[in-house]
């Protein structure tokens, strides 16, 4: 025969996360200024846009270029 001893189940009241204005700015410019790197590189960085020669970038986030819809070749 098994006992189980009956644990307690608490609950708490949820706290609403609170971030200061400065701190939120802070992240959406440097969540939104990587997000455009990204897009760049993955959408743009091609021929007469190109910020690096040859097409080492391009190769790299070709597939992520097709998923994504962007047209290439
Ligand atoms: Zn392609």
Do not use: K
């Not at 098994?2 to 992240?27: K, N, Y």
């Not at 990587?34 to 846009?49: D, H, K, N, P, R």
Request: charge should be negative; include cysteine; aromatic fraction near 10%.
């Amino acid at each position: 025969m098994s006992s189980t001893t009956p644990t307690a189940h608490t609950t708490t009241a949820a706290t609403p996360l609170v971030i200061p204005t400065s701190a939120a700015m802070t992240w959406l410019m440097g969540t939104t200024a990587l997000a455009m790197i990204v897009y760049y590189f993955i959408g743009v960085e091609q021929g007469a846009t190109a910020i690096f020669n040859g097409a080492q970038v391009h190769e790299f986030v070709h597939d992520a270029r097709h998923f994504l819809g962007f047209p290439c070749h």
